[in-house]
């Protein structure tokens, strides 16, 4: 508006008064905004909190995949090459912060004297019960059909069965592996 006011200099006085009334109230509801974001936030961190140590007090091993999903969220990978993950699992990902409640878990997990198992390698691809890749005809689906044995499963539970055979000493595939501390 200062801009346009010092740009135009045959500006008309009335018009200028109804700009300014539009940029305190544009100001305001700005700050509004921003205050509820950030109760929000804390609202999330405080279930997060909660939530984290309910599994840390229940649970003396923690599995979780070793790798880091606020660089998922990213639209390109450290390599400057585009990050595959679909773009809706990425926008998902980035509005939950999952990386904040691994945060709490490991935090939790430090305070109860669970331990936090990692686990790399092709979690959601090795099918955990017949060890074959997947090799999935849609990344994007949350269901993925086996290549190898037909049988259709949850990727996400199918990454966590990986996680756990892992810890049991029993991995489905020798792509799926304990992280070495
Ligand atoms: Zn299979």
Not at 88 to 114: C, D, N, P, Y
Request: glycine residues 4%; contains cysteine.
């Amino acid at each position: 508006m200062l801009r346009w006011r010092k740009n135009h200099p045959d500006h008309r006085p009335d018009l200028i008064a109804y700009l300014e009334t539009w940029r305190k109230k544009d100001k305001r509801f700005r700050q509004e905004m921003n205050f509820l974001r950030q109760k929000t936030i804390a609202h999330r961190e405080d279930i997060y909190k909660n939530e984290a140590l309910k599994i840390a007090q229940h649970y003396a091993l923690i599995g979780l995949e070793d790798f880091d999903l606020r660089s998922i969220a990213r639209l390109e990978n450290a390599e400057g090459q585009d990050n595959e993950l679909h773009q809706a699992a990425r926008r998902m990902r980035q509005r939950v912060a999952v990386s904040e409640f691994r945060k709490w878990l490991e935090i939790q997990a430090e305070k109860t004297g669970s331990e936090i198992f990692k686990v790399r390698g092709k979690t959601s691809l090795i099918h955990h019960k017949c060890g074959h890749d997947a090799l999935p005809v849609d990344k994007a689906s949350i269901m993925w059909r086996c290549s190898h044995c037909d049988e259709l499963f949850d990727q996400d539970e199918n990454a966590a069965m990986n996680i756990m055979l892992v810890a049991a000493g029993t991995p489905a595939n020798d792509q799926v592996m304990a992280k070495v501390v």
